[in-house]
């Protein structure tokens, strides 16, 4: 069974960054869908990027798109999201999943489907105003 432990939240100014990181036990990053979601208060869990098995190509929601990078190192199998110019509108918890080759994909507003569940314990950012 996947398991996936996300770290690396915190309460920041609005235009500061963090840096989230995710673990897994149980399945290699390399060579799987991986994606970030975020649950922001009063809003459904929702995909914010993802990469493919190729790694060639990440795609990222709009909302953050130009001030996120979403990146996977194969070697010390862990997943990196390094938010620049966090807003307010950052605020939620942030969740890292894991998806099969022949079951998941990439939607290109940023989220993978199908994740592998069950989902960790997410790491919690907030961006005060």
């Known amino acids: 069974q996947v398991q996936v432990v996300e770290s690396g939240g915190g309460l920041v100014e609005a235009g500061e960054y963090l840096t989230l990181t995710c673990t897994a036990s149980g399945m290699r990053f390399e060579g799987s869908y991986v994606g970030w979601f975020r649950q922001t208060p009063g809003k459904e869990r929702e995909g914010i990027s993802c990469?493919?098995?190729?790694?060639?190509?990440?795609y990222y929601a709009d909302s953050v798109k130009g001030r996120f990078t979403f990146s996977r190192d194969n070697a010390k199998n862990i997943l990196s999201l390094q938010m620049n110019s966090l807003k307010p509108e950052d605020t939620g918890m942030y969740y890292c999943?894991?998806?099969?080759?022949?079951?998941?994909?990439?939607?290109?507003?940023?989220?993978?489907?199908?994740?592998?569940?069950?989902w960790g314990p997410g790491t919690q950012v907030t961006v005060s105003s």
């Open positions: 999943a894991v998806g099969g080759i022949t079951t998941a994909s990439c939607r290109g507003n940023g989220e993978m489907t199908s994740p592998l569940g069950p």
């Open positions: 990469i493919p098995p190729s790694g060639r190509i990440t």
